[in-house]
């Protein structure tokens, strides 16, 4: 949005912790303005609304990690489904119906134990976990105000897209991240949950750009937004040591799987480095999750294909490589400089 000019405000949550690290780059520009709001809060929104007057929403806030719904079903409920609702209502009650377009970020998860592989639009929905079950409620009330009150409201049914921003307890990068730090020493061991799950992943860069061309159209659809090419848990774990510099060979069935290193490190090689622990599995699982995005390539001439899945890999990898590396040396010095302190070197 910043590159093309926008005016760009976002929401943020009070919190005693101040925590933003990925969005850090961008304070201090004039075209960029943080918020304090909440999906919780429908007055904070309709005030927020109010004051911005908004062409363009872009709804990307909810508790959005799968496991976590299941303990915490009830806040998920009321951010990822009642919050769209406020957003709707936000946008009615000052009035911007016919000036502002929204998008409501949805989920491949909505089609959960799947009906039919790939998933386009018209696949039936079969949500299996309270998140995706929250996602469905903001999937129809989006569709249910633009047929009631002639709003531009869409939908982007996002597959899976990861980034190196993607947060640390996402399974892509938590691959990335323990790749990164077995390579250089820095932990033994990954414990994952079913490796044989299967995902479209695609680039969140290029999926915000699809996201773009959406709101741009002259009439409110809902796009599926996918690559069209599907990988197993296993095959991310695989490339992600690949790319660190360890070559893995998987040996046994489910519960007993293992990666082992075969190539890399000599200190490595012979050693099991990811192991399935039942820890990570979860109540329901979607296991075959595969989107067609003929559609989104078709109306909105969008490229599901820019970014590779091996690019994707590599991006996060070496992001996450330079951040061990980063840390280490940030540790190095914080030990150096307690030491110092205690021997009186510096006052």
């Not at 929401?11 to 304090?36: C, K, Q, T, W």
């Not at 303990?71 to 009321?78: G, L, S």
């Not at 998008?103 to 491949?108: E, H």
């Not at 999750?289 to 559609?295: A, H, R």
Request: charged content about 25%; hydrophobic content about 40%.
């Amino acid at each position: 949005m910043l590159a093309k000019g926008y005016d760009v405000h976002g929401i943020i949550r009070r919190s005693s912790v101040d925590y933003r690290e990925r969005i850090a780059h961008l304070e201090g520009r004039p075209n960029f303005h943080l918020h304090y709001a909440d999906m919780s809060d429908s007055m904070s929104l309709v005030k927020l609304v109010g004051k911005v007057q908004p062409t363009e929403i872009y709804n990307l806030a909810a508790q959005s990690h799968v496991q976590v719904s299941f303990d915490a079903p009830e806040f998920t409920a009321d951010v990822d489904a009642v919050g769209v609702l406020r957003i709707l209502e936000a946008v009615r009650t000052n009035h911007l119906e016919k000036t502002c377009k929204i998008y409501q970020a949805s989920t491949s998860e909505l089609y959960g134990k799947v009906e039919e592989v790939p998933q386009s639009e018209t696949t039936p929905f079969h949500p299996y976990s309270p998140y995706a079950v929250a996602k469905l409620y903001g999937y129809w009330i989006i569709k249910e105000y633009r047929e009631a009150y002639n709003m531009f409201c869409c939908s982007g049914i996002l597959f899976n897209h990861e980034s190196e921003r993607r947060g640390e307890t996402f399974v892509t990068r938590k691959i990335t991240l323990a790749a990164a730090r077995i390579a250089q020493g820095k932990q033994e061991k990954l414990y994952l949950g079913n490796l044989s799950s299967l995902r479209d992943w695609g680039y969140a860069k290029d999926y915000v750009e699809c996201m773009w061309l959406i709101l741009q159209q002259d009439k409110p659809e809902d796009f599926v937004i996918a690559t069209g090419v599907q990988h197993s848990v296993r095959e991310f774990a695989y490339h992600a040591f690949k790319a660190a510099g360890i070559e893995l060979k998987f040996e046994g069935e489910d519960i007993d799987e293992k990666g082992i290193c075969v190539n890399g490190p000599a200190n490595l090689v012979g050693k099991t480095l990811v192991e399935v622990s039942e820890d990570f599995y979860r109540p329901t699982d979607v296991v075959n999750l595969l989107g067609d995005p003929t559609k989104a390539k078709q109306t909105l001439g969008w490229n599901p294909q820019k970014t590779s899945f091996d690019q994707l890999v590599s991006i996060m990898v070496k992001h996450d490589m330079e951040k061990v590396a980063a840390e280490h040396v940030a540790s190095v010095m914080r030990t150096n400089l307690a030491e110092y302190l205690e021997k009186g070197v510096v006052k």
